[in-house]
C-alpha cells in the first residue's frame, strides 16, 4: 500500500486535501482517503486511508483503515490495518494498530498495542 512509492502516487486515490497554508479545528469525518499537508486540531474519523504529510502538524484522536505519517502527530491513533511512520515522523501518544513499520529515524512517544490476527 505504501511502500516507497512517490507521494504523487497517491493524490489519485486521495479524496480529500487539507494543504500546506489551511489550518482547521473540529472533527472530520470521511469514508473516503484523506491527506493532510497543513494543521489539523480535533478528531479524525475515516474508513479509508489517511496521509500526513511531511508539513502536516495535527493534534488530534485519529481512527482509519491504514495511515502513513510523516509529519508530526500528538494524540491517539487506532489504525485498522497498517501504520507506517517514515522517517521524518513524530508522534506522541498511544497506538493501536494491525500491522506497524517505523522507518529509521522517526520518533515515537507512547505505547502500542497489536491487535491479534484473526486465525
Not at 58 to 69: H, L, P, R
Not at 105 to 117: L, T
Amino acid at each position: 500500500m505504501f511502500g516507497r512509492k512517490k507521494n504523487d502516487e497517491f493524490s489519485e486515490q486521495v479524496e480529500t486535501l487539507i494543504g500546506h497554508t489551511t489550518s482547521l479545528k473540529g472533527s472530520l469525518t470521511s469514508s473516503g482517503a484523506l491527506r493532510i499537508d497543513g494543521e489539523f486540531e480535533g478528531d479524525i474519523a475515516t474508513t479509508a486511508d489517511l496521509i500526513i504529510g511531511e508539513a502536516g502538524k495535527v493534534k488530534a484522536t485519529i481512527s482509519a483503515k491504514n495511515a502513513m505519517v510523516a509529519g508530526a502527530v500528538t494524540g491517539n491513533m487506532d489504525v485498522k490495518d497498517k501504520l507506517e511512520l517514515m522517517p521524518s515522523a513524530r508522534v506522541i501518544g498511544d497506538l493501536k494498530v494491525g500491522t506497524l513499520i517505523i522507518g529509521e529515524g522517526a520518533v515515537f512517544k507512547g505505547n502500542c498495542e497489536m491487535r491479534q490476527s484473526q486465525e
